[in-house]
């Protein structure tokens, strides 16, 4: 069964920093480029981060860069997300998705909610 489960997300301050963790189960998770992404209430889902299978490869929204670094662990089969800087309007459910390199599935966890409010 193809999970895909995130967590590390809250209630924080502006200037603060969350970590998100994405952990991945079912499937192959080093076939599987990574991204986060992120809708706030009203807007259209946004792409906030890339990795590549292994890590060699990573970009940024705009919005994001400098503040916010994408990972991953093949052996925990997890992408992170460390948030720094953190706005307000970074305040959104942030959702992990795998899309397979040569491999089937596009897959999706539940999100996580990330509120930045004094």
């Known amino acids: 069964q193809v999970q895909l489960v995130e967590s590390g997300g809250g209630l924080v301050q502006p200037g603060g920093s969350l970590r998100l963790s994405c952990a991945a189960s079912?499937?192959?998770?080093?076939?599987?480029?990574m991204r986060w992404y992120r809708q706030a209430p009203g807007t259209e889902r946004e792409l906030v981060a890339y990795?590549?299978?292994?890590?060699?490869?990573?970009n940024y929204a705009d919005s994001v860069k400098g503040r916010f670094t994408i990972s991953r662990d093949n052996v925990k089969n997890t992408v992170y997300l460390q948030m720094n800087s953190l706005k307000p309007e970074d305040t959104a459910v942030y959702y992990c998705?795998?899309?397979?390199?040569?491999?089937?599935?596009?897959?999706w966890g539940q999100g996580t909610q990330v509120t930045v409010s004094s």
């Open positions: 998705n795998g899309v397979g390199v040569q491999a089937p599935g596009d897959y």
């Open positions: 079912g499937f192959t998770f080093s076939r599987y480029a």
């Open positions: 990795i590549n299978r292994f890590g060699g490869d990573r």
